[in-house]
């Protein structure tokens, strides 16, 4: 019943579907398209996750296949056997591309190996009919040959079809077919031809479009940009009467007398929400001068920079889900004069738009994250208004949140996002450290708290002292050191009171942000609606709670309209793996080290010595386990790699709860416990320095993956169980400063 509910859950495609299968009941999650992989690493995840489902179908087809012959001999017809059959290899099928899709690009290509693979499972059976269909059945034969020829070199790829059509022969003179010399109207002979022809066939949907415009528009590219903008509120005009030659220079007159006055694309014209976005699209980028296409990376011919008005308006013209009407009215109310859309972009917006587009879709929903970043970027384009000690918590931090968040959702099999959840998680991205970029209530020190009274008590005892001290004049003191002891008090007073807002402001960002977030609904977020503000404040306030608050709400994220919960563990795990060292600088830190806190500096320093913090998953099937118990186990690895090594025996023992240390070659691997052993101690006697640094900088780090350990084994997931490591790669590379290590030393024994 677990293999039904697991099959009931999901949709069927075909090979060349480029959609995904998920489900709410043991649901396997795939990217939609693997285009959409961020990188190499997602490649080699999604080929172990489709490795190891490949492993658990082919034994649970295997299995059936056994039981319906056993039917079959016993005179009883399995209909419900033959039906779930059916289903597996039909998923199968859609698996199997996607695996071979994934080889031949870990590869770089098809290989000799990836060939010969494929040769021995079709190729080497054109004597032996009856095996060729059995695997037929099971494999994507057409599919796989075609995306073979689509990869090869030309010589190799017509060597390759000839190939198959020499297979196709021999099959059919196995089955004591005539052919007569009529082997190449064989259907896969003629298919591999084809399929080798469209090789090197190049479609470019946008020629013609260019053409037009050069030929009708290329003056405009030496406007100013307001003129520029006027002739495209022009061309957006309403249309004149039939007839009217002013029609063929408006989007909305084409509709009326055709595109270029040609009466039958008239119907075309009306119903094509994509023919007349990318007319719009072209006659756009060819008056500023940008090249002409789909793609979301924007350069000027011009050598002019492209700005936050222009950069709006081509993610919108290039956006497949564009809306004529919406975009007018879109248009109709931009400020291209406005301060803000005058700013030229950055290149963090273009690292980030392309996932945007593909995640949220939406185009008014992607307008407002370009809106947040900008005004993210402006918060914090001279740094922090009143602290200077604190890492890179900008638009780049938030650029990063967003990449790993995507990385998360790649490689864990557990989370899948509606566009709605990945429109709200990007602005908290942008958002959640908000508060930390103001300049901080200086009234807060007057209130009555605790912690308040006990330092300005402290701080007025001194300042009596001080004053008495002061007050005391030494006339034989001819250096008069009683104003130099004075101005080193104030210092001190000043160095304290700083801390304490330092603190103040670290200890409340999450929830000043979210607080900051529902205040400026009717002034700087005015874009953005209420309710949804409302979510991304509680999702921005999120990452400063306590792990249980968060894996403990009670929730059923998938089939929420918001999956609140999971948007939350989402963003708490990118802030988490935002480590590396390009959230500081060397230098600046090398000239300020003596005015940063002792716990700014070990932030800072432990920054400096981490390249990187890369999510790998592996996949491992078990056979002997049935499919509904958990037969694949998702080994989820955060590997930390450091600069830095330092394994001499730490002057202060850790007792690490939940985790257990392992030495491996040139890291550190620390096995999180979850369940039953959640509470159970490291058992090293001796710690080393670099553990010791590790576990205290990523103390909320492991804490988060123990409780994300046993949230995955909590759900209903009759496919997976979670392992999580932590694994601390180091090298020798960096030789830090003694006294930046210090500094880590005095932290640590703190």
């Known amino acids: 019943m677990a293999l039904q509910t697991y099959l009931s859950s999901c949709i069927v495609y075909a090979p060349s579907s480029a959609k995904h299968a998920s489900g709410s009941h043991g649901s396997f999650h795939l990217r939609p398209n693997l285009a959409y992989n961020l990188d190499e690493v997602d490649d080699h995840v999604s080929l172990q996750k489709l490795e190891a489902l490949d492993k658990v179908i082919s034994k649970e087809i295997k299995e059936l296949t056994k039981k319906q012959k056993e039917g079959e001999e016993n005179g009883k017809k399995g209909n419900a056997v033959d039906s779930r059959l059916k289903l597996l290899r039909r998923f199968k099928k859609f698996f199997l591309y996607r695996n071979r899709l994934l080889k031949i690009r870990e590869a770089g290509g098809p290989n000799d190996d990836i060939q010969d693979e494929f040769r021995t499972r079709f190729l080497a059976k054109s004597n032996d009919a009856a095996s060729f269909f059995e695997q037929f059945d099971e494999d994507i034969f057409l599919s796989e040959y075609r995306l073979l020829i689509q990869k090869l070199p030309k010589k190799g790829a017509e060597n390759f079809g000839q190939e198959i059509a020499d297979f196709e022969t021999g099959l059919m003179l196995s089955c004591q077919e005539q052919l007569e010399g009529r082997q190449q109207y064989l259907f896969y002979a003629k298919d591999a031809r084809t399929a080798c022809m469209m090789k090197s066939l190049t479609q470019d949907s946008y020629a013609s479009l260019v053409k037009w415009a050069k030929e009708n528009f290329s003056g405009l590219k030496s406007m100013d940009p307001g003129k520029q903008m006027s002739k495209f509120r022009e061309f957006l005009l309403p249309a004149e009467a039939e007839g009217n030659d002013i029609n063929l220079q408006r989007i909305f007159g084409m509709q009326v007398d055709g595109f270029e006055g040609k009466k039958f694309t008239r119907f075309v014209m009306k119903a094509s929400a994509e023919y007349q976005r990318r007319i719009l699209n072209v006659y756009f980028s060819e008056i500023m001068d940008v090249a002409p296409s789909d793609a979301l990376a924007f350069t000027k011919m011009n050598a002019r920079r492209l700005r936050y008005s222009e950069l709006r308006i081509l993610a919108y013209l290039r956006n497949q889900k564009f809306d004529l009407e919406v975009f007018e009215e879109f248009i109709e109310h931009i400020k291209e004069k406005d301060v803000s859309n005058q700013m030229g972009i950055d290149m963090g917006i273009l690292e980030v738009l392309n996932i945007f587009i593909r995640n949220v879709r939406k185009p008014e929903w992607v307008d407002t994250l370009i809106k947040t970043h900008r005004l993210t970027k402006g918060l914090w384009y001279n740094g922090s208004k009143f602290l200077n000690s604190y890492t890179l918590h900008n638009e780049e931090h938030a650029v990063t949140l967003i990449t790993k968040s995507l990385e998360l959702t790649n490689r864990i099999d557990y989370f899948v996002l509606k566009d709605i959840d990945f429109y709200i998680l990007f602005l908290a991205c942008y958002l959640h450290d908000i508060s930390m970029v103001i300049h901080p209530d200086l009234g807060r020190l007057s209130s009555e708290n605790g912690k308040n009274l006990v330092l300005i008590s402290e701080l007025m005892n001194q300042m009596e002292d001080a004053v008495s001290e002061f007050g005391k004049i030494d006339l034989k003191d001819k250096k008069n050191s009683r104003y130099k002891n004075a101005g080193r008090f104030l210092v001190e007073v000043f160095n304290q009171v700083y801390g304490y807002f330092e603190t103040l402001v670290r200890d409340n960002h999450a929830k000043d942000s979210a607080k900051f977030i529902r205040d400026r609904s009717n002034s700087l977020l005015n874009y953005l609606e209420t309710t949804l503000l409302s979510f991304v404040a509680k999702v921005s306030e999120s990452h400063g709670y306590d792990a249980m608050d968060v894996y403990g709400l009670k929730s059923r994220a998938k089939d929420d309209t918001i999956s609140i919960k999971y948007l939350m563990i989402l963003i708490r795990m990118a802030d988490l793996l935002d480590v590396a060292n390009d959230r500081v600088n060397y230098h600046l830190l090398r000239q300020n080290l003596k005015n940063l ?154």
Not at 608 to 615: A, G, Q
């Open 597 to 750: 806190s002792q716990t700014s500096k070990f932030h800072w320093i432990s920054h400096l010595v981490t390249d990187k913090i890369e999510l790998d998953t592996d996949y491992v099937t078990d056979e002997k386990v049935a499919m509904g118990d958990k037969p694949i186990t998702e080994i989820i690895n955060l590997k930390l790699y450091l600069n830095f090594k330092q394994l001499t025996v730490a002057r202060k023992t850790m007792k690490c709860q939940g985790c257990q240390m392992e030495k491996g070659e040139n890291s550190l691997v620390i096995r999180i416990h979850g369940g039953d052993n959640r509470t159970m101690v490291c058992d090293e006697n001796q710690c080393m320095v670099l553990c010791c640094w590790m576990m205290r900088k990523h103390d909320w780090l492991v804490k988060e993956l123990g409780a994300l350990k046993e949230y995955l084994f909590s759900v209903n997931n009759s496919l997976f169980k979670t392992e999580i490591n932590f694994v601390i790669n180091y090298r020798d590379d960096m030789k830090l400063d003694a006294d930046m290590f210090d500094s880590v030393q005095d932290y640590l024994d703190a």
